[in-house]
């Protein structure tokens, strides 16, 4: 199984960017698909995630209304839209995936990660 996260970058306080992950390696249908984020010197957080067979969304207090997560089955590829973004947005962005999806806000449920990609929120 590949993550390929990608689609960071710099941005004004108020603007917007589409995170994009695509998957590989097997069918995701059944799959608890998430996005993270670390800041630097914090722990990993949970930021957004849905199942990936029409299941439930789920979202952080500090994007829900904001942030967008979607997914491209052709493509195999979820995304993750923010908007009103904020410097505190500011961190590296995974993209993750859950065999079980038992608690999709969970980090350590997740069985697969991407590699990152930098979200920089300028002020």
């Known amino acids: 199984v590949q993550l390929q996260a990608s689609g960071g970058g710099l941005v004004q306080a108020g603007g917007s960017l589409r995170l994009s992950c695509a998957a590989s390696?097997?069918?995701?249908?059944?799959?608890?698909m998430g996005w993270f984020r670390q800041a630097l010197g914090k722990e990993r957080e949970f930021v957004a995630a849905f199942r990936w067979n029409n299941g439930p969304t789920y979202y952080a207090d500090s994007v829900k209304g904001r942030f967008t997560i979607s997914r491209d089955n052709a493509k195999n590829t979820v995304y993750l839209q923010m908007n009103s973004l904020k410097p505190e947005d500011t961190a590296v962005y995974y993209c993750?995936?859950?065999?079980?999806?038992?608690?999709?806000?969970?980090?350590?449920?997740?069985?697969?990660w991407g590699q990152g990609t930098q979200v920089t929120v300028s002020s």
């Open positions: 993750a995936a859950d065999l079980n999806g038992s608690n999709p806000r969970r980090l350590s449920e997740y069985d697969y």
């Open positions: 390696g097997r069918t995701f249908s059944g799959y608890v």
